[in-house]
Structures are given as C-alpha cells and as structure tokens.
Nanobody, 123 residues
Framework: EVQLVESGGGSVQTGGSLRLSCTTSRFTFDGSESGWYRQAPGAECELVAIISGGRETYYADAVKGRFTISQDNAENTVNLQMNNLKPEDTAVYYC?????????????????WGQGIQVTVSS
C-alpha cells in the first residue's frame, strides 16, 4: 500500500517556525501535484498549499506570506516551511499526492494521504 510519511511537526510558541517534510518510497513527486492540508480540532479539513510541476504554487489566504511549499526531487520530498506561526495554525497536517488541485477535497480517495502530523502553536 502506498504511504506518504510526514515528519517535522511539534510544538512552538507564537512567531516560531517549523518545517514539515513528506516522503514516499513508492513513487516520485517529480511530475506530481502535491499538497498539504490541515484539520484543527472541531474544524473542517482545509487545503493549505499545493506545488505543481515542482514550481507552480498555490496557497490558502490564511497562510500566504508565512508558509512556503517546495519540492526536492533529489530527496523525493515535499516540504512546508512555516514561519511566523500563530495559534490558529494549530492542527494536524496531512501530505497528499499525486493529483492535488485547489478543489480537491480533503481525504479524496483518488489521491494518497499521509497519516498526519501534529503542529501546536502556543500563545
């Protein structure tokens, strides 16, 4: 079964930074459209960012200017650099691939999903 594995989560204070990484041994991200989603307690799952073709990016308004999605083909990872974190960024973050678009629903069965990783931002 294809697996995406997230790493890099944890707890930080407001204004801090974290870098999430997603990798898989079953296919390459090169040529894929990959993304990050998040789900906060009691809230709906939402799209955070997408990277397509390793270059084109899309961000949710809530994270524009603070988060950066990137792809490392040599390491076969998709990364999410999160700066100036806020308490409202607290959520479980999920990596997804290989055909993520802005209207792709959370946990879409036509894509592969990671198990999720916790990010907690304290005030």
């Amino acid at each position: 079964e294809v697996q995406l594995v997230e790493s890099g989560g944890g707890s930080v204070q407001t204004g801090g930074s974290l870098r999430l990484s997603c990798t898989t041994s079953r296919f390459t991200f090169d040529g894929s459209e990959s993304g990050w989603y998040r789900q906060a307690p009691g809230a709906e799952c939402e799209l955070v960012a997408i990277i397509s073709g390793g270059r084109e990016t899309y961000y949710a308004d809530a994270v524009k200017g603070r988060f950066t999605i990137s792809q490392d083909n040599a390491e076969n990872t998709v990364n999410l650099q999160m700066n100036n974190l806020k308490p409202e960024d607290t959520a479980v973050y999920y990596c997804a691939a290989p055909r993520i678009e802005p209207d792709t629903p959370c946990k879409d069965p036509l894509n592969y999903w990671g198990q999720g990783i916790q990010v907690t931002v304290s005030s």
